[in-house]
Structures are given as structure tokens and as C-alpha cells.
């Protein structure tokens, strides 16, 4: 069977002297795996088309047990990501997050659309790294179905306040007074817990249309990842690295 699809090269890993197995983000088929034989040679028709971060459109034909890259023609790279190692990082983050999602034909569409975004806005430094970060991780939970309980506090109902936690297990979240009696503290202060609610609500288009203050920042970037990595339920390595490059 032969199809075209346009997809985001999100990993690829070297084998033999030539040839590279790409990690593929397409809306037609979500995460794939295939085999782009002497890709890796300069004079190759897929050397372009393949690389790291390339948006592209694939010719794929489909073996027993996995696809096999026939043409590749580049629709759009994101050159500026290597231009800081902060952007790089955060790409790198991004990528290997998005590999380990289920995502089928249903959300691809949308969760490509997504990290093409991303990946425009780091690479034209258009939105600060955090920013980036924490939409991704907030907005790709609740595309895949982890959408935390933003509406009010589980116990009490309380809509506003000056502290709130949001549990990572269950995704509910206490008022600072419902967090009091059962021994616990607040994680989001008022304004992170606003963008929090707009990040998983709002329309695609207005997505990244939100500021924070200073202090509402961290608030807002630990809970991101920390709920999202709660929810993946294994280590993202890229992570790592990135936090040991940006501050």
C-alpha cells in the first residue's frame, strides 16, 4: 500500500552507514515508525526531506510490519531552533514528549498542528521558552483526554481564592481552605490557576494570548509539567537537559 501524508519529523536514529528510522508525527496515521533507507547521503532525494524538526510530505509504502520512506519533500524547516541551545532543548523536549503519546487519526490533526506552532514560535523567538513549555504540556494533556478539573474546588465549590492545588492524581483541585483540612498546600496562586483554566479552554487560535506576572510564572511552568508527567507515567530524558540550560 502507498500513501502520502504530510508529517514532523520529531526522532530519528542512525542505522547502518546510510540509512536512518524516523519518528513521524502524521494527521492521517499519529505516531509512526518508518525506514528512510540512504537518507543519511547527501546526493539521496530524502536527505532534505528527512532531518530532525522537518515538516514534510511523505511518499510512504507499508511493509509486514512498517513503513518504508519513498519521497520526501520538505514543507517547511525551522531553521532559527538551532539558533540558541534553550530552543533546541525545548524542541528536543517537545519531540520526545509527542513520540510517546497514543495519538491516532483523531487527534492528530490537531496535535500537529499544535507542535508546528511551537516549533514556529521557538524558532522565530516569538513567545518566551516557559510560555511555549507549558501550553504544550497543558493543551497536549487535554487533547489526549487528561484534561484536569478546572471548574471550582472539589469539596467546597469555591470558584476564586488565593491558593488552590491541583492534584495531580484525579486532576481536581481544593481551595487553600479545603487544602487546610486535609493537610495540604496550594500549588497554583491566583493567577497561575487563570492561565491554567485559559491554556485548557480556549479556542486553538488564542492559545498563546495570555501574560502572567513573575511570580505566577514558576507557579504555572512546575504545575505544567508536573501534572504532565504524572499522567505520561515515565521519564522524558530531553528534560533533563533541558532544565540544565534554561534558568
Known amino acids: 500500500m502507498e500513501l502520502v501524508t504530510d508529517g514532523l519529523v520529531l526522532r530519528e536514529v542512525k542505522v547502518g552507514e546510510a540509512d536512518k528510522i524516523l519518528t513521524i508525527l502524521s494527521p492521517q496515521l499519529g505516531i509512526i515508525s518508518a525506514s528512510a533507507r540512504g537518507s543519511r547521503r547527501l546526493k539521496s532525494k530524502l536527505f532534505s526531506g528527512c532531518g530532525l ?41 517537545l519531540a520526545e514528549l509527542t513520540s510517546f503519546l497514543p495519538i491516532t487519526d483523531q487527534e492528530g490533526p490537531r496535535q500537529l498542528r499544535l507542535l508546528l506552532n511551537c516549533f514556529y514560535l521557538i524558532s522565530e523567538q516569538k513567545k518566551p521558552l516557559w510560555q511555549i513549555k ?3 504540556e497543558l493543551r497536549t494533556m487535554t487533547l489526549n483526554g487528561y484534561m484536569p478539573q478546572l471548574l471550582c ?86 528534560l533533563g537537559f533541558y532544565h540544565s540550560v534554561v534558568q
Not at 539558533?83 to 532543548?89: E, F
Not at 483540612?181 to 498563546?208: H, Q, W
Open 53 to 93: 524538526f522537518c515538516y514534510s510530505e511523505f511518499t510512504l509504502t507499508s511493509g509486514r510490519n512498517s513503513w518504508f520512506v519513498q519521497q520526501a519533500t520538505v514543507k517547511k524547516v525551522f531553521h532559527g531552533i538551532g539558533a540558541s541551545v534553550g530552543g533546541m532543548a525545548l524542541a528536543a523536549y
Open 134 to 136: 507549558g501550553v504544550y
Open 153 to 238: 474546588c472539589r469539596d467546597c465549590h469555591a470558584y476564586e481564592g488565593d491558593g488552590f492545588l491541583l492534584e495531580y492524581q484525579g486532576g481536581a483541585l481544593l481551595c487553600r481552605d479545603c487544602c487546610a483540612r486535609e493537610n495540604k498546600t496550594p500549588n497554583l496562586d491566583a493567577g497561575s490557576l487563570m492561565a491554567v483554566r485559559y491554556v485548557c479552554l480556549v479556542e486553538d487560535e488564542k492559545i498563546f494570548s495570555f501574560d502572567l506576572n513573575e511570580k505566577s510564572i514558576p507557579l504555572f511552568s512546575r504545575v505544567a509539567e508536573e501534572y504532565t508527567l504524572y499522567q505520561m507515567e515515565r521519564p522524558v530524558k530531553s
